[in-house]
């Protein structure tokens, strides 16, 4: 992603296997459902709105 500055990498991590089984599948950002990862696209896209609204 990026923002003003740049590039703005993000990291999503998941739970290890000793923890939970239920990302036992997810390797990488496109083992995630579509749905989910349009998700965080838009939170990302969109949380700083909410910083200045409030700020």
């Known amino acids: 992603m ?8 993000k990291l999503i991590c998941v739970p290890h ?10 390797q990488e950002v ?3 459902p579509e749905l989910l990862r349009q ?3 838009h939170f990302f896209e969109n949380y ?3 910083e200045k609204a409030n700020g």
């Open 17 to 26: 296997a000793k923890l939970s089984s239920l990302y036992d599948d997810i």
């Open 2 to 9: 990026t923002d003003e500055a740049g590039e703005d990498a």
């Open 30 to 32: 496109t083992d995630l």
């Open 39 to 41: 998700q965080i696209a």
């Open 48 to 50: 700083k709105d909410l």
